[in-house]
């Protein structure tokens, strides 16, 4: 049995990433997930609302990094370079939770309902870091748009990350910034013929 309730959730939070791995997750009870774990089935609930949340435990520290990091970054910077500031600081979370990070990301990706709540949970983010980036004096229509296209950088460098674990996260996120900012740099002409 866990002693702590920090145990216990993450064990839960293991049990579940596993047994959504072998059976799926619409074949997966939480009455199941608990006894993997060790735990009766009200202990999943103390911890859980539901079997979806358990793989969104770190919604909130890394709202909490992404909206500090913002309102921590030097005066003087563009939104884009506050926010890849910001990602950079919430990418230490998924860095240091690799082992869960992976197989989670590969399980949301054939589950419908944990890609709705994948969804939710990315709208949510990218509103927090919206309001960070107007506490810091940015028009809410760009602060919207710098959040939204950030939000879609961060998210193609944690999918390289993944993909491709010979480079940092952070390298990844560089290279994902980077390639945002050429999108809108003058493309220059070229010589037909």
């Given at each position: 049995?866990?002693?702590?309730?920090?145990?216990?959730?993450?064990?839960?939070?293991?049990?579940?990433?596993?047994?959504?791995?072998?059976?799926?997750?619409?074949?997966?009870?939480?009455?199941?997930?608990?006894?993997?774990?060790?735990?009766?089935?009200?202990?999943?609930f103390r911890h859980f609302p539901d079997k979806r949340e358990v793989l969104f435990d770190g919604e909130a520290a890394l709202r909490a990094a992404l909206v500090q990091a913002v309102a921590e970054a030097p005066d003087g910077l563009q939104?884009?370079?506050?926010?890849?500031?910001?990602?950079?600081?919430?990418?230490?979370?998924?860095?240091?939770?690799?082992?869960?990070?992976?197989?989670?990301?590969?399980?949301?990706?054939?589950?419908?309902?944990?890609?709705?709540?994948?969804?939710?949970?990315?709208?949510?983010?990218?509103?927090?870091?919206?309001?960070?980036l107007?506490?810091?004096?940015?028009?809410?229509?760009?602060?919207?748009?710098?959040a939204q296209a950030g939000w879609a950088a961060f998210h193609q460098a944690a999918q390289a990350w993944i993909d491709d674990p010979s480079q940092s996260l952070d390298a990844h996120l560089s290279r994902a910034f980077d390639d945002l900012r050429a999108l809108s740099a003058p493309v220059p002409l070229t010589k037909e013929g």
């Open positions: 049995m866990p002693r702590s309730g920090a145990e216990a959730r993450r064990r839960l939070q293991q049990a579940a990433l596993e047994l959504y791995r072998e059976r799926g997750f619409d074949q997966t009870t939480t009455a199941e997930i608990a006894a993997r774990a060790g735990v009766n089935e009200r202990t999943f939104p884009l370079d506050m926010l890849l500031r910001a990602f950079r600081k919430a990418g230490r979370i998924l860095e240091d939770n690799r082992p869960f990070s992976e197989p989670r990301l590969a399980v949301i990706a054939v589950t419908p309902a944990l890609r709705e709540r994948e969804l939710a949970k990315a709208a949510s983010l990218t509103d927090a870091a919206a309001e960070a107007e506490q810091r004096g940015v028009p809410d229509r760009l602060a919207g748009l710098a």
